[in-house]
């Protein structure tokens, strides 16, 4: 770098230039020019180091007068703030003392409070304690004069005591004196009289023992009637269901009206042929889409049902069919009747039965009485007397078996002539049942004598079953002719003037005249009708007799 003049030396001596191709000149000229480029620096580091000291001067000079302006204001606001911190300090501290002033004027005056409580509690267990020592006090007083009048009871028993020895003493010295006395008098020793003493009291004691078991025995028939009417109550509760059926007919439907020709036959020989291999009545009337079967044997009913309801259904209607299918439908019948028998004998948890008796149990099922069903007759009678036999301590097997089997006769034909206890009687011997059942059987409507206790209970399960609601159904002609009867009955006698068959026939009501009629005379009058009733008519159960006198006077006022 060419130097064109000697002020440049500094600047480049600081960046570090030197150039040496400037035109050539002696050395005493570049010797020169170092020499002034060396004082020059001299002089500049000299100027330097005093501007630096005077630009120390001056900066502290000038940082000395705001120091003390700064520390001066810092001392003002902390002045201020110092006092903001008093004045805030003070009101905390009043808020903080008025805070703690209410707490402790609360918590003092909760504690007053339970002091206060306390002090109450107290006084009354003071009350308290005062009132129980006044109590001890008039107790102790009380046991005090109790103690006293022990005392003198004591000494009083004690005094009676030995004036009591004393007059026993006398008393035993006055017996044998008198005993003595009695003996002279009356030519007795004392053992002969001591003899007949005991016997006059024997006898007065028998007298006594009779009279007491005579009342016991009264006691005893009241509460053997009350306990013999609960339970026949349970057992016809628990027994109770209506089983009556229609004993006379039975209607078969068809298709159409047509069919009753083919029923008839040419000139009647097919109805005929079914009549005679049935013993079943035809009836083919005007009944739309019907033909009626009528007869008093069920068993012959069901058969000539089946029958035609199978014949009509397959559609060939001739005489030798009619003979085939009745044939068929009694042999299915017949098993059916030994099923029913065995489920009816299962439905009892009975067993052992001789396989005729069996049968003849089934054969119940088409056998009535009264328009109600055998069969089911007979096993509610053998629950009946089973229920009872419980109540009571005796076989309840047995006596289910005898409930069931005591109408067993009305199941033999017809052609055997006898009641149907005795010939029940002769089958059950016949098949070798037990002894109690044979004599329950043949003794329920008494023709023979009863033997058991479980022969009474089948006599009396066999009313109840009969007798009662629902069990029985008999035709309406009869039904009304037994009511009117009765009620006629009951008017027959002098001094009656209206009498009214209610509930079904067990009751009759009797209003009798007033004038002719007194309540002795009222009293007697219900007992006589009720024995013509007995005497004269035929009924299921017992019929009440009610007589009413009745006076009534009449007045008007005008």
């Known amino acids: 770098m060419e130097v064109k003049s000697v002020g440049q030396f500094p600047a480049l001596l600081r960046k570090g230039f030197f150039s040496y191709k400037a035109t050539p000149a002696p050395a005493g000229y570049y010797i020169l020019i170092y020499g002034g480029i060396m004082q020059l620096e001299l002089y500049m580091v000299l100027i330097g180091a005093i501007v ?306 069996v049968k003849h149990v089934g054969k119940m099922k088409y056998r009535s009485s009264y328009g109600q069903n055998l069969l089911q007759h007979s096993v509610e009678v053998a629950y009946l007397t089973g229920i009872m036999a419980a109540e009571l301590g005796f076989d309840v097997n047995l006596a289910k078996r005898a409930g069931l089997l005591h109408d067993i006769g009305k199941t033999i034909d017809r052609d055997v002539e006898g009641p149907h206890a005795l010939l029940g009687y002769e089958l059950t011997k016949k098949y070798r049942e037990h002894p109690i059942v044979v004599n329950a059987v043949g003794s329920h409507h008494e023709d023979i004598e009863m033997e058991h206790p479980i022969a009474a209970l089948v006599q009396a399960a066999d009313a109840i079953s009969g007798a009662r609601p629902g069990a029985r159904r008999e035709p309406l002609e009869s039904y009304v002719k037994r009511l009117e009867n009765l009620e006629a009955l009951a008017k027959s006698f002098e001094g009656v003037a209206k009498t009214y068959a209610i509930q079904a026939g067990r009751e009759v009501r009797v209003v009798v005249e007033p004038d002719h009629v007194d309540d002795t005379l009222a009293d007697r009058l219900s007992y006589e009708i009720a024995q013509k009733i007995q005497d004269e008519m035929e009924y299921p159960g017992q019929i009440k007799v009610t007589v009413i006198r009745e006076v009534r006077k009449i007045a008007y006022a005008k």
């Open 52 to 357: 630096f000291v005077a630009a120390f001067l001056l900066g502290w000079f000038i940082n000395s007068k705001i120091g003390k302006n700064n520390i001066a204001l810092a001392k003002e606001k902390a002045q201020k703030i110092v006092e903001e911190a008093e004045k805030e300090a003070k009101h905390i501290k009043r808020e903080k003392l008025l805070e703690v002033k209410d707490e402790w004027l609360k918590k003092k005056q909760e504690f007053d409070n339970e002091v206060n409580s306390k002090r109450q509690k107290l006084q009354n267990y003071e009350k308290q304690l005062e009132s129980r020592e006044d109590n001890l006090e008039k107790k102790y007083d009380v046991v005090n004069q109790r103690e006293k009048a022990l005392k003198d009871l004591e000494k009083q028993l004690q005094l009676q005591k030995e004036e009591i020895e004393k007059k026993q003493e006398e008393l035993s010295r006055l017996l044998v004196e008198q005993n003595s006395r009695l003996e002279k008098i009356a030519g007795l020793t004392s053992e002969e009289a001591k003899k007949m003493l005991m016997e006059n009291m024997l006898n007065k004691a028998k007298a006594d023992a009779a009279q007491m078991i005579k009342e016991i025995r009264d006691h005893a028939k009241v509460e053997a009637k009350k306990e013999a009417q609960k339970i026949v109550i349970q057992a016809i509760q628990r027994t109770a269901v209506d089983h009556s059926v229609e004993s006379t007919v039975s209607v078969v439907q068809i298709q159409n009206d047509e069919m009753k020709g083919r029923i008839i036959g040419r000139e009647g020989r097919n109805i005929r042929a079914f009549e005679a291999a049935t013993g079943v009545d035809v009836i083919v009337d005007d009944t739309p889409e019907a033909v009626i079967l009528s007869a008093f044997d069920q068993f012959r009913r069901e058969v000539a049902r089946i029958a035609l309801e199978r014949l009509i259904a397959d559609g060939r209607i001739h005489p030798a069919r009619i003979e085939e299918v009745v044939a068929k439908v009694e042999q299915e019948l017949d098993e059916e009747i030994q099923k029913e028998g065995e489920n009816t004998l299962i439905q009892l948890g009975l067993h052992g039965l001789h396989p005729e008796l």
